[in-house]
T-cell receptor, first 113, second 113 residues
């Protein structure tokens, strides 16, 4: 049973616009959330993270929002660029499972000119 | 250059023939982990290790073995591979304290026929 869910397998967005990727989780013990980006034929690379004590974290064009009551987080990319075209994975870990990282199924983002 | 190195990158093998996928990291990380990526399922954790001689099961450990005799190496062993282990495998490492993100290798594409 997947504890981290990304319900949108794909997202198409125009260059310069905002990309919003969503992620839901079921385990209330999760307290650390991460986003990874993956290009074809490469391993995932860390993008941004957020601890459960915060509700927002920004890094350049990337912002992650966390809504603990809804068990929902989102990644905003503003503005979207062609190089952002990749698969994005949401991941979570918790104090009850230190060392275990749960991933969502991923969202394929395509940024069009 | 900080990196996680997996070998081989591609492997085709036959059912039942034991194989080992190697993973090495040069960042002195205490934490290492193995994942498999399958379509629609994202990355699922197979085994992880918090330090030398300390390993634990992830979500899908059946059919796999690991060992952590040295800090830098974390090989994945398939004693008797089966076709359902055909997948894309990733090794990752990360710092133990204040675990934030994992650094991933480039992946090993395994096909079991």
């Amino acid at each position: 049973d997947q504890q981290v869910k990304q319900n949108s397998p794909s997202l198409s967005v125009q260059e310069g616009r905002i990309s919003i990727l969503n992620c839901d989780y079921t385990n209330s013990m999760f307290d650390y959330f991460l986003w990874y980006k993956k290009y074809p034929a490469e391993g995932p690379t860390f993008l941004i993270s957020i601890s459960s004590i915060k509700d927002k974290n920004e890094d350049g064009r990337f912002t992650v929002f966390l809504n603990k009551s809804a068990k929902h987080l989102s990644l905003h990319i503003v503005p979207s660029q062609p190089g952002d075209s990749a698969v994005y994975f949401c991941a979570a870990s918790g104090t009850d499972s230190w060392g275990k990282l749960q991933f969502g199924a991923g969202t394929q983002v395509v940024v069009t000119p | 250059e900080a990196q996680v190195t997996q070998n081989p990158r591609y492997l085709i093998t036959v059912t039942g023939k034991k194989l080992t996928v190697t993973c090495s990291q040069n960042m002195n990380h205490e934490y290492m982990s193995w994942y498999r990526q399958d379509p629609g399922l994202g990355l699922r954790q197979i085994y992880y290790s918090m330090n030398v001689e300390v390993t634990d099961k992830g979500d899908v450990p059946e059919g796999y073995k690991v060992s952590r005799k040295e800090k830098r190496n974390f090989p994945l062993i398939l004693e008797s591979p089966s076709p359902n282990q055909t997948s894309l495998y990733f090794c990752a490492s990360g710092p133990y304290r204040g675990y934030t993100e994992a650094f991933f290798g480039q992946g090993t594409r395994l096909t079991v026929v």
